[in-house]
């Protein structure tokens, strides 16, 4: 009997043993996926994971990290049931439950969503604000659509807010303290943007905008013109199945406008279309001129006045059509069309007076002016990108074609009335005879590209590419006698006028590298371009010439992620600035006799080198950056204005022996500069935010024969906005510009004030702003002056800075997506603007 009970224990333990050791049994596992954020299915980068047994969730038996992407791949032991737990900053906590057996030892989690936190304890809302800039090694970015004010706000208002970049009185944007930058649309280069942006930024809603980035460090892949980096202006990203639309409207004091944002996504189809128009009717603006020529000791010989005022009208409409095709997980095909039409018109009248001081202010000559400056710009644009990846991830293969056409037209017109002169200056007044140019350009360039990115044992990167641009400018600029009372075209001038043909082919290869281990990053690029430029003239006095440009371009960088929350970069870069054709004309503007402009063909790029350290700190209640840097420059294309007697100046037809003030360019500009900006965002309460954004520089610019200027420059932006009661937001800003330096001379500081109101309904698809802009201020004068050997100018602007408006939108149905872009496209960002000539009425539009 005793056996018997053994033998019944002993089988008992064995089954028991059996049964243990099988639940025991170890298999290996792997799990796999992405997390994204719920509206916009961005990655979300470092969120931390946690592996827990179900029903044993107070230890973890295993943690990762998802990369930058929100990819994730993790490979444990064991079998059985488990929870995966996904965090992040200001994030809600996601569970994902999984299973482990024999036939489930790989397993895709597919896309794991995760949204803004946000808990409700009791009858209080406790809201986790987005931090609404992100750092990361070559760039910063701006989050407009989390921002409350870019519903009914252009993106002119919103850039006052994004770091390194500042907005004076007169809408001049400046990226790191110049005005040397690109804008991109979307990753593609915006020409009208570029050339353009007050025109176009301050008419541009900033509603259907998800975020702008401020590219500081462009990479090798990038194009090497633009000293300051670029400005991406970023629409929407891919997301789920279903359409929406969103409504706008404007209208203030100073003009209004509308437009429409729409996005309908079936599929692997997604498209999207973007219109609007905006008009902007300025106040009356007053300039004052001031023109003194001195003698070798600093007697003033010659003062001309002129005191000229006019309003400006701009208008602006255009519209995006873009779609997006995913062919397979693979394989993805990206096409856009956009259309912009810009357009101004200036009227303006004017007075000029003459005097002699060193003779008591004897009277030499004087007259009045009437005239009218008007134009229009076109941007019309087709591209289509194919993205090709792999199996491995991070490998990019990507063919772009882009087509663009920029045909402008302008039109001056002036009368010269109530003329009166002395006998010694009669021979230079019979020169001031009615005029007026009609002007005829137009661009058409094709470019080619070809990027490929590919990683490489575990820590590396390898990214290179190719790419080619045809471009073909011509430019008319016709020259009439004026238009008679009866409106009858008068004489053709066929001496003074002009036409050419421009011709710039661009050729350019790239090669980067990349390092990222631990903490550590690091990127390394070279970038080479050729240029072929060629100028033939068809009419006029200008003479054929042809220039090419060579220009090796380095990069580096290095960052160490300190915590998933701070991170720390250094930064080398080389940037170039190849003259465009205004700087290289030899073509001599002399529609104003006393001051004449002429191109200079022997220029070359300008080379900067900059160096800069960089920090950042991204919390849910302070987030800020702060960058510290050094740049130089030792042959920067600089405009240099001298008095010369009008006979030494040759082609100006009918000299009179008078002096007047020559402008041409040089490479004589030796500039170094010391820089700081810093960002902060911070909540100290409940529904409260506080932004301050400010730049600062100094600069000592000289010609390294004698002339040099230098000083400080600092713009200060601060914002206070407040949420009440949930669907109001109260906000009040103030800007701050100190006077700035150039070679030869200063330029005034500037202050604004605005204070808007924001009312949200229908759970956020309805929005209402009012906006004061300057209330409490109607005039503002900005002056500026410069001065050289034997001459001295100021110049004084009086406008009405202050305006009122309201704006309205209205958002339908649920998708909150845009169309799928390709990781590379084409960039085209290649010549430094700017140039010409002046007009008559003191070169710059009044009131623009």
């Known amino acids: 009997m005793k056996i018997r009970k053994r033998i019944i224990v002993l089988a008992f333990l064995a089954v028991a043993f059996i049964s243990a050791m099988a639940q025991k049994q170890q298999f290996d596992y792997t799990i796999y996926g992405v997390v994204e954020d719920s509206i916009t299915h961005e990655g979300e980068p470092y969120a931390t994971l946690s592996i827990y047994r179900k029903g044993h969730e107070e230890k973890a038996v295993q943690m990762a990290v998802t990369d930058a992407n ?17 965090k992040s900053v200001s994030r809600t906590p996601l569970r994902r439950f ?11 989690l597919g896309t794991l969503l995760v949204s803004d936190s946000k808990t409700e304890l009791k009858g209080v809302e406790v809201v986790a604000y987005k931090p609404l800039v992100k750092a990361d090694i070559d760039k910063l970015t701006y989050s407009v659509e989390d921002d409350p004010e870019s519903q009914t706000n252009t993106v002119m208002e919103m850039l006052k807010k994004v770091p390194m970049v500042s907005v004076d009185g007169q809408d001049n944007v400046k990226v790191n303290g110049s005005t040397s930058f690109k804008v991109y649309v979307n990753g593609k280069p915006n020409n009208m943007m570029t050339k353009n942006p007050k025109e176009v930024l301050k008419s541009m809603p900033a509603m259907g905008i998800k975020k702008i980035e401020v590219i500081t460090n462009p990479g090798p892949k990038y194009d090497a013109e633009g000293v ?3 400005l991406n202006i970023v629409t929407a990203g891919s997301g789920m199945e279903g359409y929406t639309a969103t409504f706008s409207g404007n209208g203030g004091t100073r003009g209004g406008g509308g437009g429409l944002f729409a996005t309908v996504k079936k599929g692997k189809f997604t498209m999207s279309v973007n219109y609007n128009s905006n008009f902007d009717n300025q106040g009356k603006a007053t300039k004052v001129d001031l023109q003194s020529i001195l003698d070798d000791e600093g007697n003033y010989l010659r003062t001309t006045t002129q005191d000229a005022h006019g ?23 990206s096409a856009s069309f956009s259309m912009n039409r810009a357009s101004w018109n200036t009227p303006g009248v004017g007075s000029f007076t003459s005097v002699a001081p060193y003779l008591d202010n004897k009277f030499l000559f004087s007259h009045d002016i009437s005239g009218k400056n008007k134009g229009t710009y076109n941007d019309i644009s087709a591209g289509i990108d194919y993205q090709r990846s792999f199996k491995t991830p991070g490998r990019l293969l990507t063919f772009s074609y882009r087509l663009e056409s920029n045909p402008c037209t302008t039109l001056s ?5 109530n003329l009166r002169t002395t006998a010694d200056w009669a021979d230079y007044t019979a020169l001031l005879e009615d005029v007026r140019s009609d002007g005829d350009q137009s661009t058409t360039e094709h470019t080619f590209q070809l990027d490929f990115t590919t990683p490489f044992a575990k820590y590396h990167t390898i990214e290179t590419g190719a790419k080619y641009i045809l471009r073909q400018n011509k430019a008319l600029d016709d020259r009439y006698s004026a238009l ?3 409106g009858k075209e008068q004489e053709y001038d066929t001496e003074n006028s002009s036409h050419y043909k421009h011709r710039n082919d661009i050729l350019a290869a790239y090669l980067g590298y990349g390092l990222s281990v631990d903490k550590w990053s690091a990127r390394l690029g070279l970038r080479y371009e050729h240029t072929f430029q060629k100028v033939e003239y068809l009419l006029g006095r200008g003479s054929d010439f042809s220039k090419d440009f060579d220009d090796l371009v380095p990069s580096a960088k290095i960052g160490y992620k300190i915590s998933d929350t701070q991170n720390l970069s250094f930064n080398y870069k080389m940037r170039i600035s190849r003259p465009g054709i205004w700087y290289l004309n030899p073509y001599l503007s002399d529609t104003n006799r006393e001051q004449l402009t002429q191109g200079n063909p022997n220029l070359e790029s300008e080379k900067n080198h900059s160096f800069d350290l960089q920090f950042g700190s991204f919390a849910q209640k302070l987030s800020y950056n702060i960058s510290v840097g050094y740049n130089f420059t030792d042959n920067s294309i600089q405009s240099f204005q001298k008095i010369v007697t009008d006979n030494e100046v040759a082609g100006l037809q009918n000299p009179t022996g008078k002096q007047v003030l020559y402008t041409t360019y040089y490479n004589m500009g030796k500039t170094q500069s010391a820089t700081f900006s810093g960002y902060a965002s911070w909540s100290p309460f409940t529904n409260t935010r506080l932004v301050a954004n400010t730049w600062g520089g100094y600069s000592h610019f000289s010609d390294g024969q004698g002339l040099k200027n230098h000083g400080w420059n600092i713009s200060v932006y601060a914002q206070l906005q407040q949420t009440i009661a949930k669907t109001w937001t109260a906000s009040a800003s103030v800007f701050k510009m100190t006077p700035g330096v150039n070679l030869q001379g200063k330029t005034m500081g500037y202050f604004s004030h605005t204070l808007s109101l924001q009312k949200s309904m229908l759970n956020d698809r309805l929005n209402i702003t009012f906006t004061a802009d300057n209330p409490f201020r109607k005039y503002y004068h900005i002056k500026s002056n410069s001065s050289g050997k034997n001459f001295a100018t100021s110049s004084s602007i ?17 998708l909150q997506s845009g169309v799928k872009k390709t990781e590379r496209t084409i960039t085209n960002d290649d010549l430094k603007s700017g140039g010409g000539g002046g007009g008559k009425l003191g070169g710059d539009n009044v009131g623009s």
Not at 73 to 82: A, I, L, M, P, R
Not at 317 to 324: D, I, N, P, R, V
Not at 802 to 809: C, D, E, K, M, W
Request: net charge positive; aromatic share 12%; proline share 1%.
């Open 70 to 86: 929100g990819k994730f791949k993790v490979t444990s032991k064991g079998e059985g049931d488990y929870v995966l737990e996904v």
């Open 98 to 108: 999984f299973t482990v057996s024999k036939q489930s030892r790989s397993q895709n």
């Open 228 to 230: 300051a980096g670029i």
């Open 311 to 333: 309003k400006t009208k701009n208008q602006w409409h255009g519209g995006t059509l873009e779609a997006s095709y995913e062919i397979d997980t693979l394989r993805l095909v």
């Open 413 to 417: 017109d002036y009368r010269y009335t």
């Open 484 to 486: 008679s009372e009866s």
């Open 798 to 814: 009086k406008f009405i800075p202050q305006s009122f408006s309201i704006g309205v939108s209205y958002r339908i149905g649920k």
